[in-house]
Structure formats: structure tokens, C-alpha cells
């Protein structure tokens, strides 16, 4: 087992990592910007290296001052937590040159993943279901017609590289094509330097639904159930709940097991995600993300794993610790991501935390790393804390949400806890039916 990891990340995922190692017995280095030099994550970690200037691309992003780091610190490993470096195949590949794991999968998943349509061919040429589409790239707009014409209207375009839904675009009827196939050629090309797009019948109405899975060096996977991923607003989700409220135990069972079996013929090493949309009863692979994920807690609350601390063991040559069979979930998790921005505009709001108290009790988790007088900075994600509660049902889980923000006080800067009160309390969140497009309707009404 590893003895000393750098952690290449900020906030809370930072201290995430740092925990499971601390339980590990393995020593932990914090890297941070001169930002975060006051930082809970470099406060609590054995040792740390400040990497450079507030700006992320020249700390977080500086893969020559993470590298300098390690070596000078003489690490075994590298967690690059959750955005950042994450899915960087050059990074995963550099830290593996300069003699150090990476924490994650290896650089050829990574990027067989990163580009979404070989993700897509692979993965349902290993079984699993996808959206109706183009077989590949589309390259010119007189594709673009006859693929649209042969699925139906309504049609999207999608970037190749893309995910979290830049360059994306919907074409309602034959009339809008042209204009949204050379827009999303457009915002592919600004946003990512390549502007290859493919295409997919539009499902109007899906939940999103995503499967955890863990893999390791000796052809073992297995899935820890999905989450319900569908209360967000522009692509970033607020509310993550598992198990969904919309599938059933059979539904459940059958695409974990079609998902476990690609990370398995895959040979995937690591923590890992497929997610899907589902729709009228079916799913449909849209991607999938080759890292932890911030919602991986509602995981852990209902199987009662340490999914950090799996992925440290595989990530070390070490098989899974749990068979399938020994994957038993209970019960029912709810998380809220807190914003520090305007619960109505949604507008950052850095600044002072001059009062801070979180919920806890019996089935209340918080993953945050604010304190009393904590400066939150203006130059990163603007997430402060998430609220993890745990049920025995979706009713106990719902009541003891309720009652976590209620006792929650965070001061001294403009937080999303009001809106998250507000959401719970909707009969529609309440009885579990909503789709991905529900809170921004929700938002729009008031
Ligand atoms: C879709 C879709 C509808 N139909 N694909 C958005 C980002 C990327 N991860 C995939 N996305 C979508 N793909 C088809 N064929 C709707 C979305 C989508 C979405 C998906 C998941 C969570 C939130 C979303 C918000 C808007 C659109």
C-alpha cells in the first residue's frame, strides 16, 4: 500500500481524500494556491506545497508545480479529486513517466472516454443501450439531414468532445438544422479546438440517471446502484438522491449488472461512471465519466462503502474488497450541493463566513471545508458544503433533510441553502416525480 499521497485538489474532495487515507494509515500532501494558503484542506493535511497563484491554470491546472511537488515531498501516488486534473489523460500519463500511480483509470480509458462518440460505439458494442443516432462523426450538414431524417424530429447535435453540454444543440424541425448544426460545429470548435459532431434523436422528458461502478487489476467490477441525478439548472446538478424514486428493483438489478459488465470487459481500473437518461421505461447511454464524483456520497450511504478508500486499494494492484452479492443497499440518501452564490440569481457570493454551524445527528453527514471565519475565494467553484442525509425510505430521508436544513446556518455570505428548502418542500420533489428539466420550470414559475 501507498504510505505518502498528494492530494491534487481544493475544498471539500480535498478533505474527502485526506480522511479515507487517514484511516488507511497513509500520510497525506496538500497542494494549494496562494489563495488557499488558509485553507481546511492544507490545515489538515501532514504536509503542503504551495503550487503557485490564485488563478486555477496556474496552481491546480500547473502540472510541472503538482509534478515538482511529489517529487519534492517524495509521494508514491497522486489523487487528482474531482475536476481539476481528473480526466486529464496527459496528466495521468505524466504522473506514471515521472515514477508516481495515478489514482484513477489509465490514460486510454481516460481518453477513450473523453471523445464521445468512440465512447458511445464501444460501449454498445459491449451491450449497452444508446440513443438512436449517428453511427460516428457527422461531417457535413448533408449527413446531418439524412441521419435526422431517418431518426425523426426532434434531433441533437452533440459535441465529440464535449459532455456537461457545450456545443449542443437541438433542432426542433427540418427548418432549424442547418442553423444548429453550424452552431454546434461552432461552440465545439471556441470550446474544445475540435469541432467534430455527432447526432441523436431528442428524448424530450429523461431522468438522469447514472450507475457507480468499481473496477480493479484483476477483471473484477462491480455496481453500487445508480443515483438520480435530474434537479439541476444549467448543467449543474443540486439535488442527487439514490436509490431513483422513478426505477424498480428489477430495473435496478439489470442495468447495474449490463453497466458492471463493461467496466469488467473493459479491463477499467478504478471508480467510474455510465450515465444514462431514461426514459418511457428505457435507458439510453449518454456518457461516461472516468473519475470520482462529487454525488459518490449517496453511494456510500446506501451500501455503507468507503468508495475513496476502494479506489486508493485498486489503484495499489489490490482486488475489490466486496463482491457483488456483498454490495447490500439500505435504505435511501439525499444530497444538497450548497452554493455560496444568491439563491435567486445565482450570482457568486465570495467572502467572510462569520457564522457557521452544521446539522448532525443520527443520519446527517456535511462534506465541507468552511469554519467559523473561513474566507471563501472568488477564484474557484462556487460549492461550500453538501448535505448527505440517509434514511431507512424516501420519507424518513425526506423529513430528516428537512430538519438538517433547518439547523444549518451558514453566515456572513449569500448561500443556496433557501432554495434547497424551497425544493424540498414541492409536492413533485416530494413524490419523486421530476425529470431533468423540472427545476429550471420550477424556477421559471416563480
Ligand atoms: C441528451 C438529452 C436529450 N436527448 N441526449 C446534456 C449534457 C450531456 N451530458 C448530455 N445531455 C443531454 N443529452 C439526447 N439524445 C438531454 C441532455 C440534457 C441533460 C442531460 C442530463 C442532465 C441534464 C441535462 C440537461 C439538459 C439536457
Known amino acids: 500500500m501507498f504510505e505518502k499521497i498528494l492530494i491534487a485538489n481544493r475544498g471539500e474532495i480535498a478533505l474527502r481524500i485526506h480522511r479515507a487515507c487517514r484511516e488507511m494509515g497513509i500520510h497525506t500532501v496538500a497542494v494549494h494556491s496562494t489563495a488557499d494558503a488558509d485553507a481546511m484542506h492544507v490545515r489538515l493535511a501532514d504536509e503542503s506545497v ?33 475536476g481539476f486534473m481528473s480526466e486529464n489523460a496527459q496528466f495521468a500519463e505524466m504522473v506514471e513517466e515521472h515514477g508516481f500511480t495515478f489514482i ?61 453540454g457545450k456545443g449542443m444543440k437541438v433542432a426542433q424541425r427540418p427548418e432549424d438544422l442547418v442553423e444548429a448544426y453550424q452552431l454546434a460545429r461552432g461552440e465545439a470548435l471556441a470550446a474544445f479546438g475540435n469541432d467534430e459532431v455527432y447526432m441523436e434523436k431528442y428524448l424530450t422528458r429523461p431522468r438522469h440517471i447514472e450507475v457507480q461502478l468499481l473496477g480493479d487489476t484483476h ?119 450548497i452554493n455560496a452564490e444568491n439563491p435567486d440569481t445565482f450570482t457568486p457570493s465570495p467572502g467572510k463566513v462569520s457564522d457557521f454551524h452544521a446539522p448532525g445527528g443520527l443520519g446527517v453527514r456535511v462534506d465541507s471545508a468552511l469554519y467559523d471565519g473561513y474566507r471563501v475565494p472568488p477564484h474557484y467553484d462556487s460549492m461550500i458544503a453538501k448535505l448527505i442525509v440517509h434514511g431507512s425510505n424516501r420519507n424518513e430521508c425526506l423529513l430528516r433533510l428537512r430538519r438538517g436544513l433547518e439547523e444549518f446556518v451558514i453566515g456572513g455570505i449569500d448561500t443556496t441553502l433557501p432554495l434547497h428548502r424551497r425544493i424540498i418542500s414541492q409536492p413533485d420533489f416530494i413524490n419523486g416525480d421530476y425529470d431533468i428539466h423540472w427545476l429550471e420550470g420550477f424556477l421559471g414559475l416563480k
Open 50 to 82: 504551495c503550487i503557485g497563484p490564485p488563478a486555477a491554470r496556474d496552481s491546480y491546472l500547473n502540472i510541472p508545480a503538482i509534478l515538482t511537488a511529489a517529487a519534492i515531498t517524495g509521494v508514491d501516488a497522486i489523487h487528482p479529486g474531482i
Open 104 to 164: 484513477g483509470p489509465t490514460p486510454e480509458h481516460i481518453r477513450l472516454m473523453g471523445d464521445k462518440v468512440t465512447a458511445k460505439q464501444t460501449v454498445k458494442a459491449l451491450g449497452l443501450p444508446t440513443v438512436p443516432g449517428s453511427d460516428g462523426g457527422v461531417p457535413t450538414v448533408e449527413m446531418a439531414a439524412k441521419v435526422a431524417e431517418e431518426i425523426g424530429y426532434p434531433v441533437l447535435i452533440k459535441a465529440a468532445a464535449g459532455g456537461g
Open 219 to 337: 477483471g473484477n467490477a462491480v455496481h453500487f446502484g445508480e443515483r438520480d441525478c435530474s434537479i439541476q439548472r444549467r448543467h449543474q446538478k443540486v439535488i442527487e438522491e439514490a436509490p431513483s424514486p422513478g426505477l424498480n428493483a428489477d430495473e435496478r438489478n439489470k442495468i447495474g449488472e449490463l453497466a458492471a459488465k463493461v467496466v469488467r470487459d473493459l479491463g477499467y481500473r478504478g471508480v467510474g461512471t455510465i450515465e444514462f437518461l431514461y426514459e418511457n421505461g428505457k435507458f439510453y447511454f449518454i456518457e461516461m465519466n472516468t473519475r470520482l464524483q462529487i454525488e459518490h456520497t449517496i453511494s456510500e450511504m446506501i451500501t455503507g462503502v468507503d468508495l475513496v478508500r476502494e479506489q486508493i486499494r485498486v489503484a495499489a494492484g489490490l482486488p475489490l474488497s466486496y463482491k457483488q452479492s456483498e454490495i447490500v443497499f439500505t435504505g435511501h440518501a439525499i444530497e444538497c450541493r
